[in-house]
C-alpha cells in the first residue's frame, strides 16, 4: 500500500497537552467541571496541531482483554482479571479534550477578520473530530456531542446532556459531507504549514480521507436507516476514495517515534491463536501449518513452544488440556528476550501471536484502509445497495482487490521490520502464491451470493486484524455475521455490545448520565447502529 501516513508530530504530545490543557494530570470527572475556565493561549494551529496528535490509538488494554475474544481474531486461555470500566476512561478523556480543542479552534477561525481563508483548515479539522466522534459513539453508544466541549462558553455547558447515536451520526456524516465538498485549491487560504502534520497540506488526501469515513459509517448505520445510508453510499462511490494501495494512519517510522504495543500483551500472556481464526486461515489441524493457506496467518501467529500450530479452542471444554506457562514468570512468548533468542521463553502448549508482530514499535496505527473500502465495495455490489445493482463480477473484483492489498501490506510491514529476524516475509508476496491463496475453495469468491456474502465479510475481518475496534464494529453492525462460534457463559467478553462510560461521569454528570442509562451502565445494550 501506499503510505498516506501522518508524515511528522510537530508538537511532542506532552507540549501539546501543555498547550491547550491547563492540567493534563486532572481527574477525567474534571472534564465536565468548569475545566475550561482558563486562559487560551494557544491560537489555531496549535489547536490543530493538539487534535491531531489525539489521533494516536488508545485502549490497547482493551484489546488484548476482551475485544480479541469478543471478535474472535484470537482467544485468551484465561480471564484478563481486569475490569472494563476500569480501562474505558482514556478513550474518552482524548475524545473531550480533542472536542474541546476543535471547539476553541472553530471559535478563533470564526472570528478571524475573513474567516473564509480558512475554509481548509476548518475543514481538516471537522474531518479529524467527525471521525474521532464516529468512532467514539460506536464504541459507547449515546454520548455527550452537541452541549459537550463548550464549557469555555460558560456554565451551561458544565454538564453536557448525552445526544442519541442516530442523530451524531447524522450530524457527523454531514459534517464529513461539508469537509469534503469545501476544501478548496483557491489561493487566498491559509496554510498551517508546519502545522499541518497529517497530510501535508495535500487537498486530495483529505477530500479521500472524508469521503472514505463517509462510506464506512454509512455502511455501519446502513440496517438502521437504510434510506440515509444508500444516498450516502450512492454519492461516495462517485467520489475520490482511498485506493487499494494507500492507507491512512500514523506511521512511527516516518515520525522516528515508537509505538508500544507490547505492553498489553505482557501485562498477561494469555492471548493465543484461536481457533474460529485457525479454522479460517488453515484447511487442516496439521501442527507441521501444512493447512495453512492465509498468506497473512504466519506473519500475525507463530508455532507454540514445541514448534507445533495449536490453537486454542474459542469455546474450551472440560477435555481442554490446559495452558502450560499458567502466566508463571519465565513461560511468556511475548518476552522481549526472544527479540534477539527467537528461543520459547518456557512452555506453553498453543500457539501464541507473533512476537515480532507483538514487540515490533514500527506497526503504524491504521484509521482507515484502502483493503477496507475494497471490501466495502465489494459487500456494496453483493448486496445491490446504495443505488446500484448486484453484480457478482464486480463485486468479486473488490474482493479479490482487498484481500490482495491486505496480504501485500502486511508482507510489506513485516519485511521492513527492525525486530523481525526469524522467518522475516519476503517485500511482496509472489504472484503464484497470491494464486495459489485465493484459488483456495475456502478463499475463491463463491458463486452463491450468500454464501460470497460470509466471504467477504471472513476476510474483511481478517483484514482487520490490526484494527480490533473496527473488526468489534464490523461484527456488531453485521448482526454477528463474521467468524464466530457461541461463546462460554463465562467467558468475559460474553455479549459485550458496547463499553461502558468512565466511572467518573456517573458522579461528576449523574443526571444526564442516569438519563442515558436509567442507572444501569449494561454493556450488552446495543447501540443504535446494531440490528
Not at 473531550?96 to 478563533?108: G, N, S, T, V
Not at 448525552?162 to 451524531?168: A, T
Not at 502448549?349 to 473500502?373: A, K, M, Q
Not at 474483511?460 to 462460554?488: C, E, K, M, N, Y
Request: proline share 6%; charged share 20%; net charge negative.
Amino acid at each position: 500500500m501506499k503510505s498516506l501516513y501522518i508524515k511528522r508530530i510537530g508538537l511532542p504530545f506532552v507540549l501539546a497537552c501543555s498547550l491547550t490543557i491547563s492540567s493534563c494530570e486532572r481527574d477525567f470527572g474534571d472534564i465536565n467541571e468548569p475545566w475550561d475556565n482558563r486562559v487560551y493561549s494557544a491560537k489555531i494551529p496549535e489547536l490543530y496541531n493538539s487534535v491531531a496528535n489525539s489521533m494516536l490509538e488508545g485502549g490497547r488494554g482493551i484489546f488484548s482483554s476482551f475485544l480479541y475474544q469478543r471478535t474472535q481474531l484470537a482467544a485468551n486461555y484465561a480471564a484478563s482479571g481486569f475490569r472494563l470500566d476500569n480501562q474505558v476512561g482514556g478513550i474518552w478523556e482524548n475524545y473531550y479534550f480533542a472536542l474541546a480543542d476543535f471547539r476553541k479552534a472553530i471559535e478563533l477561525i470564526d472570528a478571524a477578520p475573513n474567516p473564509q481563508s480558512y475554509t481548509n483548515i476548518k475543514a481538516m479539522l471537522t474531518t479529524l473530530i467527525a471521525f474521532k466522534t464516529l468512532k467514539t459513539t460506536t464504541l459507547y453508544g449515546d454520548i455527550p456531542y452537541s452541549e459537550a466541549g463548550k464549557s469555555f462558553l460558560g456554565a451551561a455547558y458544565y454538564r453536557p446532556a448525552y445526544d442519541g447515536q442516530e442523530s451524531i451520526f447524522s450530524a457527523a456524516l454531514a459534517d464529513l459531507k461539508w469537509a469534503a465538498d469545501n476544501l478548496t485549491d483557491a489561493s487566498d487560504q491559509v496554510s498551517l504549514g508546519s502545522y499541518e502534520t497529517l497530510l501535508q497540506d495535500d487537498l486530495s488526501l483529505w477530500v479521500k480521507f472524508a469521503q472514505s469515513l463517509r462510506l464506512r459509517y454509512a455502511m455501519v448505520m446502513r440496517e438502521k436507516n437504510a434510506a440515509a445510508a444508500d444516498a450516502i453510499i450512492s454519492e461516495v462511490l462517485n467520489q475520490p476514495l482511498l485506493g487499494p494501495d494507500e492507507y491512512l494512519g500514523i506511521d512511527p517510522v516516518r515520525l522516528t517515534m515508537e509505538i508500544n504495543r507490547g505492553g498489553s500483551f505482557r501485562g498477561n500472556a494469555y492471548v493465543r491463536l484461536g481457533s474460529t481464526i485457525w479454522n479460517a486461515m488453515s484447511s487442516s489441524n496439521a501442527v507441521d501449518g501444512s493447512g495453512i493457506f492465509d498468506l497473512r496467518a504466519k506473519i500475525f501467529f507463530e508455532p507454540n513452544s514445541s514448534g507445533e500450530w495449536k490453537p486454542y479452542p474459542q469455546t474450551p471444554s472440560s477435555n481442554t488440556v490446559a495452558e502450560t506457562d499458567n502466566g508463571g514468570a519465565g513461560n511468556d512468548p511475548y518476552a522481549e528476550v526472544r527479540l534477539t533468542t527467537w528461543e520459547p521463553a518456557g512452555q506453553y502448549l498453543y500457539s501464541p501471536l507473533n512476537v515480532y508482530y507483538v514487540n515490533d514499535r514500527t506497526f503504524p496505527d491504521l484509521f482507515i484502509t484502502g483493503s477496507e473500502v475494497s471490501f466495502l465495495k465489494a459487500e456494496i455490489y453483493n448486496r445491490g445497495i446504495g443505488g446500484v445493482a448486484a453484480n457478482a463480477a464486480t463485486a468479486q473484483q473488490f474482493y479479490n482487490e482487498g484481500i490482495t492489498s491486505s496480504v501485500k501490506f502486511w508482507y510489506k510491514l513485516a519485511n521492513g521490520s527492525s525486530v523481525w529476524t526469524v522467518n522475516r516475509p519476503a517485500p511482496a508476496p509472489s504472484d503464484a502464491e497470491l494464486l495459489t491463496m485465493l484459488s483456495n475453495p475456502a478463499v475463491a469468491y463463491s458463486a452463491a451470493p450468500s454464501e460470497a456474502l460470509a466471504q467477504i465479510y471472513k476476510q474483511h475481518w481478517i483484514s482487520l486484524f490490526h484494527q480490533p475496534f473496527d473488526a468489534w464494529t464490523l461484527q456488531r453492525r453485521t448482526g454477528d455475521a463474521t467468524p464466530q462460534v457461541p461463546l462460554a457463559p463465562t467467558n468475559e467478553a460474553l455479549n459485550l455490545n458496547r463499553l461502558t462510560y468512565p466511572i467518573a461521569e456517573n458522579t461528576s454528570n449523574h443526571d444526564n448520565w442516569l438519563s442515558a442509562t436509567g442507572g444501569s451502565d449494561d454493556q450488552t445494550k446495543k447501540p443504535w447502529f446494531m440490528p
